[in-house]
């Protein structure tokens, strides 16, 4: 059972780029109901045949960025926590879409903290939201390891 980041980031270290894939995917959508852009969620199913030919996973990939950048820019004009929080998911989207041989431990913990931020930012907002994301993601990547 994982009980710290250490391990949890050992385990991810671990995973071949398909599965750590399936995981980083995963993981935003435990957030994804928390965004206010439902492009992200257009473009986490357009990944999930995971079956994608390089240059489909690249066209992903740079909608996901232009998604992240506009995310990004308007969640800084007013320090909207709502705002903040939909660019978290976008973050945490991008890292999981763009992953590949050589990042893939690495992007999926980043989209791993990037949905914690997302949880973070929207308790905020949203007070009674008292998800321990951590321990959802602690509790995914168990799933997967146990399968």
């Given at each position: 059972m994982l009980e710290n980041d250490k391990d949890f980031k050992a385990e991810l270290n671990k995973l071949d780029k398909a599965t750590a894939q399936k995981v980083a995917v995963a993981f935003v959508e435990n957030v994804l109901p928390l965004a206010d852009d439902e492009r992200i969620g257009k473009v986490l199913n357009g990944v999930k045949n995971f079956d994608l030919d390089p240059e489909e996973l690249i066209s992903i990939a740079r909608v996901a960025k232009k998604i992240r950048l506009e995310n990004h820019a308007r969640c800084g004009a007013d320090a909207d926590w709502k705002e903040q929080t939909t660019y978290h998911v976008s973050?945490?989207?991008?890292?999981a879409i763009s992953l590949n041989k050589e990042n893939a431990g690495t992007n999926v913990y980043q989209a791993a903290v990037s949905s914690r931020m997302?949880?973070?930012s929207n308790s905020i907002v949203n007070p009674e939201d008292t998800v321990n994301e951590?321990?959802?993601?602690y509790r995914i990547l168990e799933q997967y390891l146990s399968s």
């Open positions: 973050k945490a989207a991008f890292y997302a949880r973070v951590t321990r959802e993601q």
